[in-house]
């Protein structure tokens, strides 16, 4: 049965060096409008459900333009609040071969969802309307005020028997120095409040400060998210391995742990036409999968190919629909569709 999911983040601008030119090589950008709240917002709402965005955007011509893209992706705009002046901007230049994509951050912190005072939120009506909120790392890195407003939204929804999901996705250069000792009472306090998480070894080692004397990776994962999930209390922790392959090529094996037990998905193999966002799309997927009440091994599966097509498509939202990924599960790609 299809349901109410809203996903709280930042909307961006986005803006892409064509095709593989450096930032300094370049005299035109394509713009859109992007972040995680968005894709996943997106991608739920094409599996069927009614995807909300919790976000914040500027009253003026920007902002317009991005509540439109909004629109176009299946989002639906009703938590979306107008105030502030600015849009964070992001520069995305491809990379080739050896030399990897780079992305360049612009005007974050003054942008209007990273400057929403206390209250800019209807927490109570937020969490009577839906049946799931998702929450990412990345807004949680920004500064206090978010992560009052991530909280107080993921209690809300809580108290009222909502599903909570939280995607940890870390990243090292929105926490500066010493950004794993600062992050790690805010990760605690969000695990504390989730059902479903999206992480992997890397961050029950470097954010919640467990050890392992595993060295492998694989090992490392087996060993320490059941530890996690008994902990926080999580219902099923997902998350990916991924490996850059000699021909460029890239490889993806998604798992799921529930119920005490890890599944895995098969290892695909694929080409990469467009990397940013395809995290988000194997988080859909695994949300998809858990509120729909899929079997555990046909989620990661569903999920692990839902995330190999998002890298097939230009622009971070991904784009397939469930029959889409059905078919990526079963049939080999290549031939044309008629």
Not at 168 to 182: A, H, Q, T
Not at 310 to 335: C, K, L, N, Q, Y
Request: aromatic share 10%; glycine share 10%.
């Amino acid at each position: 049965m299809p349901k109410r999911i809203a996903a709280f983040g930042e909307v961006m601008m986005r803006l892409q060096v064509p095709g593989h030119d450096m930032l300094s090589q370049a005299s035109t950008l394509n713009y859109s409008f992007s972040g995680t709240g968005v894709n996943v917002a997106s991608a739920l709402s094409r599996f069927g459900h009614a995807g909300y965005l919790i976000s914040r955007l500027p009253a003026n011509p920007l902002g317009e333009a991005a509540m439109s893209s909004l629109r176009k992706l299946g989002i639906a705009t009703s938590f979306i609040e107008r105030g502030g002046q600015y849009l964070g901007m992001y520069f995305l230049e491809n990379g080739f071969g050896v030399r990897p994509s780079r992305v360049t951050y612009s005007n974050r912190l003054g942008s209007s969802f990273n400057t929403a005072p206390e209250r800019t939120y209807d927490y109570g009506g937020i969490a009577d309307a839906v049946d799931a909120v998702h929450f990412c790392g990345i807004a949680l890195a920004m500064n206090e005020s978010v992560r009052k407003h991530m909280k107080s939204i993921a209690e809300k929804v809580k108290e009222r028997g909502g599903t909570v999901i939280f995607d940890c996705n870390y990243r090292p250069s929105l926490w500066g120095e010493e950004g794993y000792s600062k992050a790690k009472r805010h990760y605690e306090d969000m695990l504390g409040l989730s059902d479903i998480v999206l992480m992997n070894e890397k961050d029950a080692l470097h954010i919640l400060g467990l050890s392992s004397a595993k060295t492998e990776r694989g090992e490392q994962l087996v060993e320490l998210i059941p530890v996690v999930a008994e902990r926080f209390g999580l219902s099923a922790v997902a998350g990916t391995h991924r490996s850059v392959n000699d021909d460029n090529t890239h490889s993806l094996t998604g798992y799921l742990y529930k119920n005490t037990k890890f599944h895995f998905s098969d290892k695909l193999t694929f080409s990469v036409y467009d990397r940013i966002g395809a995290g988000d799309a194997y988080a859909s997927g695994i949300i998809h999968g858990e509120l729909e009440g899929y079997p555990p091994e046909q989620t990661v599966r569903f999920a692990a190919a839902a995330g190999m097509l998002a890298h097939t498509v230009a622009g971070d939202t991904p784009m397939a629909t469930e029959s889409d990924i059905f078919r990526a599960m079963t049939e080999a790609a290549g031939d044309i569709e008629r």
